[in-house]
């Protein structure tokens, strides 16, 4: 990203700097070479005002004061030329004619290379002189050094050469500043990301350390890289707490095993069957959590529609059918009106309320009520949140109770069969999916009630 920057700001410099020194240089050039000409264009002029022819209509030069053409080899000279008749200047003496290059100097269509007789570089700009109206006009070639004009131009080339590099030169410390500048939240950026990776760092809290100012401009990138640790960091801790939970709930069916193998010889083939088959839906339950968490990272976003009606419907009677000896009362109360869809997975949604209505299933005195509507408290504006509430008319909780509920593998009554993980599980698929898990005691059944929400409603 450097590199392309400061290639950014370098090639197009260099094309302006280029192009425009070209440019320029041609200008000035061209200015100096307009300024020779109309030089030698005066003094053209005033050479063909001496021109005449006398009496026999031979070409003369009237007699006049000294200037600049009669020093011998002084640098200026001309020479007219009218048929086969040939006049020159005084400065060329013996000089009959001075080698002139038919092309036209770079920059100037009038002005022509010669070579002096001291062999000097001169310019030569040639006019047409009419001396009658009768008589042909005459060729008037004048001549003038050109060392000193392109002197002025080698310098001229220099200056501009100068300017370009020093201009080069600024463009490349400016480019240089711009990305140590410009990309400096960047580098601060990677130097945070690699000492989260550092095992000597301070920690790998992604939250505090991406918590560190980088730049306003990177602000919605560190976010995201935040936000991206702290799913990361929270998928890894259910992973643990679903092997520690799993743990934790094949030691008891693995203990009976123990227990009955060492209280008599031979287990009885069914209970070795119903322990064998209780921890196989153990594991089978722990590994469907643990692969549905990779689909949370935006809860209920690639989950499918599920009718939350239909989907109760069959969980309550599989309640029935597990606890057929207590001969319950199961209710399902609705109180959403219209069609009732949310976004997610099913199995989620079945392992939730069956936690819940199994643990008020084991609890209850006669009576669990499901209810179903809609929760509009704590919600996103314009969006509305499942809510569940499983009530039994059992014994209820006390306060201190409600307090440490829900936490994996706390159990009140060690009589009850359980693992004391059914809340701990509602409590995480609900984080998941973007809600909460309360707890509180049911009014009218006066047993212990359970409030779950989660986002993810289709309307």
């Not at 549905?292 to 209920?300: E, F, I």
Request: glycine share 10%.
């Amino acid at each position: 990203m450097a590199t392309r920057i400061a290639l950014l700001v370098i090639i197009p410099m260099l094309l302006l700097v280029s192009t425009g020194g070209l440019w320029l240089r041609g200008q000035m050039h061209r200015s100096l070479l307009d300024g020779f000409e109309q030089s030698l264009r005066d003094k053209a002029q005033r050479v063909g005002a001496r021109l005449q022819r006398d009496a026999q209509g031979v070409l003369r030069e009237a007699a006049g004061g000294a200037d600049e053409f009669s020093a011998i080899y002084a640098g200026w000279y001309w020479r007219a030329e009218a048929g086969r008749e040939v006049l020159r200047s005084r400065s060329l003496w013996d000089m009959d004619h001075l080698p002139t290059d038919g092309r036209p100097v770079a920059g100037s269509a009038a002005l022509h290379p010669a070579t002096g007789p001291q062999q000097e570089p001169l310019l030569a700009l040639t006019v047409p002189v009419a001396l009658g109206s009768s008589a042909a006009p005459v060729a008037l070639t004048v001549y003038g050094p050109a060392a000193q004009l392109q002197g002025s131009m080698v310098q001229i080339d220099r200056n501009l050469v100068l300017a370009g590099w020093v201009l080069l030169a600024l463009a490349g410390v400016l480019a240089w500043l711009q990305v140590r500048v410009g990309l400096a939240p960047l580098r601060r950026l990677e130097a945070l990301l690699a000492s989260l990776r550092d095992p000597q760092a301070a920690g790998g809290d992604a939250l505090r350390h991406l918590a560190a100012p980088t730049g306003r401009d990177l602000q919605p990138l560190q976010n995201e890289l935040a936000g991206l640790l702290a799913h990361n960091a929270h998928v890894v801790t259910r992973a643990r707490a679903h092997a520690v939970d799993l743990n934790h709930a094949l030691k008891k069916p693995l203990a009976l095993l123990s227990a009955q193998a060492s209280a008599q010889p031979h287990v009885p083939s069914h209970e070795v069957r119903q322990q064998v088959d209780a921890m196989a839906q153990l594991v089978d339950r722990y590994q469907a959590r643990t692969m549905s968490d990779a689909l949370h990272a935006h809860p209920g976003a690639g989950g499918q529609v599920v009718d939350v009606r239909a989907c109760a419907t069959q969980v309550l009677h599989m309640m029935r059918r597990l606890h057929a000896a207590q001969e319950l009362d199961w209710e399902l109360a609705d109180r959403a009106p219209g069609a009732l869809r949310w976004r997610g997975e099913r199995a989620d949604l079945e392992e939730v309320l069956g936690n819940l209505l199994d643990n008020a299933g084991k609890w209850a005195a006669s009576r669990v009520r499901l209810t179903v509507s809609l929760s509009v408290e704590d919600a996103p504006a314009g969006q509305a949140c499942l809510g569940l509430d499983v009530e039994d008319d059992g014994p209820g909780m006390t306060p201190e109770q409600l307090q440490t509920a829900g936490q994996r593998g706390v159990r009140f009554d060690e009589s009850v069969q359980g693992s004391g993980l059914g809340l701990a599980i509602a409590s995480q698929i609900a984080q998941a999916y973007g809600g909460r898990l309360k707890l509180y005691k049911s009014g009218d059944l006066r047993g212990l009630g359970v409030r779950l929400e989660m986002r993810g409603l289709v309307r």
